[in-house]
């Protein structure tokens, strides 16, 4: 059974800083896509941002210029880079895998908290 485990969620003050991390604990075959979600208090789970196998990536509106989506392929790893946080980032973040089949890997989520 393969599972991802998040890591980096924290505590942090308004304008901080905070990277989160995802891996894989086997290599999963044909990866189509590996992607950041999150789930403020009381709201739905919404795509944050999302890397394509070719590269591309695309995010929210409304972390566009605050937040970078990177990977690293051979450990099956994505990270989340997160600057210039703002109250309104708190949520719980999770992880997700897409396979071509449109089979879905979740990680068990991280919360991030914006307060000062």
């Known amino acids: 059974q393969v599972q991802l485990v998040e890591s980096g969620g924290g505590l942090v003050q308004p304008g901080g800083s905070l990277r989160l991390s995802c891996a894989a604990s086997?290599?999963?075959?044909?990866?189509?896509?590996m992607s950041w979600y999150r789930q403020p208090p009381g709201k739905q789970r919404d795509v944050v941002a999302r890397i394509f196998r070719n590269g591309n990536t695309r995010y929210a509106d409304s972390v566009k210029g605050r937040f970078t989506i990177s990977r690293d392929n051979a450990k099956n790893t994505v990270f989340l880079q997160m600057n210039n946080l703002k109250p309104e980032d708190t949520a719980v973040y999770y992880c997700?895998?897409?396979?071509?089949?449109?089979?879905?890997?979740w990680g068990q989520g991280t919360q991030v908290t914006v307060s000062s």
């Open positions: 997700n895998f897409e396979r071509d089949d449109n089979y879905d890997y």
């Open positions: 086997k290599t999963i075959s044909s990866i189509f896509s």
